[in-house]
Structures are given as C-alpha cells and as structure tokens.
Nanobody, 115 residues
Framework: QVQLVESGGGLVQPGGSLRLSCAAS????????MGWYRQAPGKQRELVAS???????NYVDPVKGRFTISRDNARNTVHLQMNSLKPEDTAVYYC?????????WGKGTLVTVSS
C-alpha cells in the first residue's frame, strides 16, 4: 500500500515562504512522476508543479519564479519551496505520485496566506 504524507503547511503572511514536504512509501520511488496540486475553497484541484523521475520539472504560470519543486530519490521525498506567497496561494496542497496508470494521493496540508 503506497502512502504519501505531506507536511509543512501553515499560516504565513503575504510575501513569506513555506517549504512543503511529502514522504512516500513506495519501493521504487524514482520511477514515479511526483506532483503538487492544490485546491482552494470552492475551486477545483489544480496542478501546481511536477517533477519526473529524471528531474524534469513543470510549473503552472501563476507560480513560476516563486515555487521550486525538488525530489530526493534516496529519501523518497519531494519538496515544494514556496516563496513570495500571495493570498491567492491559500489552498490545501496535495502530493501526488503517478506511474504507468498508478495514481496515488496524500491527504493534503493546508497553506493559508494572510496578514
């Protein structure tokens, strides 16, 4: 049973930073494309950033230049460094793992950006 456990969410002021982490339990972590999604109140879940097993990254336009996704294949972890946070970044952030039709989700961690 694959488990993804997110951590690092919290309350931060606009312009601040947070670092989210996701610990994964799958045996062959390096083959999975890992992603961070978010869901704001009243909105659909959306992709924020992803990183392939080989390290190729992808970001949605609203977070480019502010967020950085990274992975540590030796520790089965993926991180999302979020800088210059804005109130519109407020959402529950979910970790996702995908490989060859297998799709796994964490339970999410809440990020609130407010003064």
């Amino acid at each position: 049973q694959v488990q993804l456990v997110e951590s690092g969410g919290g309350l931060v002021q606009p312009g601040g930073s947070l670092r989210l982490s996701c610990a994964a339990s799958m045996i062959i972590f390096r083959v999975y494309t890992m992603g961070w999604y978010r869901q704001a109140p009243g909105k659909q879940r959306e992709l924020v950033a992803s990183v392939t097993g080989g390290g190729s990254t992808n970001y949605v336009d609203p977070v480019k230049g502010r967020f950085t996704i990274s992975r540590d294949n030796a520790r089965n972890t993926v991180h999302l460094q979020m800088n210059s946070l804005k109130p519109e970044d407020t959402a529950v952030y979910y970790c996702n793992a995908y490989y060859n039709g297998a799709d796994y989700w964490g339970k999410g961690t809440l990020v609130t950006v407010s003064s």
